[in-house]
């Protein structure tokens, strides 16, 4: 009788959230995305110390974005053969890297090659801290991308308030003192590479059942296509709101830029809350549903905010950012499900056209007001959103699955 109910006992174990291990991968990604987001919002210092274009600024975030977003698919498919636990300190040390080579610039060369370093830290990061994330999940994957996505929204958010804090008063190369940040993040990422490991070698000899969705080759192609265009959507608007928000703010309402800066924290936040509220509602309500409210759902307020005055820019850039991050954790964990088994390729693919979306979008943007005006390019983009209504071609993977249980 013992043994029959102690039998169970094991997977039950397994299956369980590590909590402590996406709380550990979710404070890495905190750290990590906060140094990367120190480039973007030290964007009016560079601008203004060495006479930049706006079409320069968008190529440091092009340089920034490509390192990332064409690395992250191979470093995803490479871990899918042979995961690597410690790459995660790999990542970071190269994200240091970058860093530390950025405090010191003092020509616009080098500072695309310190935007390099910092993408390609994130090309490694990235892919194996998501595997983490969904091994660590216990089964709940929308909640356990949120998490881990959170850290790094936070991250983000974190960068423009410290750039004001600390970059703006003390310059340049007050960017090294991050690198305490850095070296925090590579000591933590070793014990998650500990966990990696040993979990990896208790289901050493272990064939998982690969989970089939029932859809035909051509159907997944259509709905991965789907979701890249809406990707494309997502990040070539937040590209308007993460590298000229500032700017925006500062030629249209007069602000300072520490002032700017603050709204962009406020902005970033409140993707981070997105972010968190997306994965765990698609867990419950089907991941489809969050990737219409989210994608189409903001459409109303991006086309509102260029005609708002300051005060409802402030509110309707936090209620894009809470809505349009929300589909992120959904389309990643509704792309894995799409192609059971290749959870490296599919979050490499996925965050590295992110990265990639955003860095083009920056670019083509910074030329695009270069020739016209801010205001114009807020304009024109305000209608991206409205893509979403491509979402009525992806299928319902939750309900086939509930029907083929019944």
């Known amino acids: 009788m013992s043994g029959a109910t102690t039998t169970p006992a094991a997977p039950a174990r397994e299956e369980r959230t590590a909590f402590r291990v996406l709380g550990a991968i979710s404070f890495s990604h905190l750290l990590n995305d906060m140094i990367q987001s120190l480039i973007l919002a030290i964007y009016p210092l560079l601008k203004h110390n060495y006479q930049l274009s706006f079409a320069q600024i968008g190529l440091i975030t092009l340089t920034y974005q490509l390192t990332a977003s064409l690395l992250q698919p191979v470093v995803g498919t490479i871990t899918d053969r042979r995961p690597r636990p410690y790459s995660l300190v790999l990542g970071m040390g190269l994200t240091l890297s970058g860093l530390l080579l950025l405090s010191q610039a003092a020509r616009f060369e080098l500072i695309l090659i310190a935007a390099a370093l910092v993408g390609m830290g994130s090309s490694v990061f990235h892919?194996?801290?998501?595997?983490?994330?969904?091994?660590?999940?216990?089964?709940?994957?929308?909640?356990?991308q949120s998490l881990f996505q959170v850290g790094g929204n936070l991250g983000s958010s974190l960068g423009p308030l410290l750039a004001a804090l600390i970059i703006v008063p003390f310059g340049q190369p007050s960017i090294a003192w991050f690198s305490v940040a850095a070296l925090?993040?590579?000591?933590?990422?070793?014990?998650?590479?500990?966990?990696?490991?040993?979990?990896?070698?208790?289901?050493?000899?272990?064939?998982?059942?690969?989970?089939?969705?029932?859809?035909?080759?051509?159907?997944?192609?259509?709905?991965?296509?789907?979701?890249l265009?809406?990707?494309?959507?997502?990040?070539f608007y937040l590209a308007s709101l993460n590298s000229y928000y500032t700017f925006y703010l500062i030629h249209r309402f007069g602000l300072s830029v520490q002032s700017a800066q603050v709204y962009l924290f406020v902005f970033l936040f409140a993707v981070a809350a997105g972010t968190l509220i997306g994965g765990p509602v698609g867990d419950r309500i089907g991941r489809k549903y969050v990737i219409w409210g989210s994608i189409l759902g903001a459409a109303p307020f991006t086309l509102l905010l260029p005609h708002a005055n300051l005060f409802w820019t402030g509110v309707l850039s936090v209620i894009i950012g809470v809505v349009i991050a929300s589909a992120f954790a959904a389309i990643l964990v509704y792309a894995q499900e799409l192609i059971p088994g290749k959870v490296g390729t599919v979050s490499g693919l996925f965050f590295g056209f992110a990265f990639g979306m955003?860095?083009?979008?920056?670019?083509?943007?910074?030329?695009?007001?270069?020739?016209?005006?801010?205001?114009?390019?807020?304009g024109l983009c305000a209608f991206l959103p409205l893509i979403g209504v491509l979402t009525v071609f992806l299928p319902d993977l939750e309900g086939a699955r509930r029907r083929a249980r019944g």
């Not at 892919?127 to 356990?144: D, K, M, Y």
């Not at 933590?188 to 289901?203: E, I, N, T």
């Not at 955003?358 to 807020?378: F, H, K, P």
Request: aromatic fraction near 8%; charged fraction near 20%.
């Open 184 to 227: 925090l993040a590579m000591a933590v990422l070793w014990r998650v590479g500990r966990w990696y490991h040993a979990h990896l070698a208790s289901r050493a000899g272990k064939k998982a059942a690969r989970p089939d969705n029932g859809l035909s080759r051509g159907r997944v192609a259509l709905a991965v296509a789907v979701l």
């Open 229 to 235: 265009v809406l990707i494309f959507s997502k990040y």
């Open 127 to 144: 892919p194996e801290s998501s595997r983490v994330a969904r091994l660590a999940s216990g089964g709940q994957h929308g909640l356990a």
């Open 358 to 378: 955003g860095g083009i979008g920056a670019a083509a943007l910074g030329q695009l007001i270069d020739r016209t005006s801010v205001e114009y390019v807020y």
